[in-house]
């Protein structure tokens, strides 16, 4: 079995995160938007490492892009609507959705 510092070379290599080396299940949402996360999408660190709880679009540069909940649902909801999800829909369930995420919660924002 590998050490730590083993697994972090291998992850820098291959460039996956220790939970893909690690055979984690991926079943990671982004704790700021919920959106599902992939590989190809996590964010990452200023050294690099890759962050799996946030997406590149709401972390980036070891910085979060959205400074409320206000910000992110109206950034969202223009982009996510469409006319079988009108944008009041899209508010209202990303209203339900982001105070139960880890970001929000952190920052007491509901």
Same mark, same amino acid.
């Given at each position: ?14 460039? !996956?995160?220790? #939970? ?31 962050? !799996? ?11 979060? !892009? ?5 910000? +992110? ?6 982009? +996510?609507? #469409? ?6 829909? !899209?508010?209202? #369930? +990303?209203?339900? +959705?982001?105070?139960?995420?880890? #970001? ?7």
């Amino acid at each position: 079995m590998p050490n730590i510092e083993t697994l972090k070379r291998l992850s820098d290599l291959f460039d !996956v995160s220790l #939970h893909a080396l690690l055979g984690a299940p991926r079943q990671w949402i982004c704790q700021c938007c919920g959106m599902p996360l992939e590989e190809s999408i996590l964010s990452q660190e200023p050294d690099g490492t890759p962050n !799996v709880a946030y997406c590149q679009w709401c972390y980036t540069g070891g910085k979060f !892009v959205y400074e409320t909940q206000e910000a +992110l649902i109206d950034f969202l909801s223009h982009h +996510l609507a #469409h006319p079988q999800w009108p944008p009041e829909q !899209v508010r209202a #369930h +990303l209203a339900q +959705l982001l105070p139960q995420l880890d #970001h929000w919660r952190d920052r007491g924002e509901e």
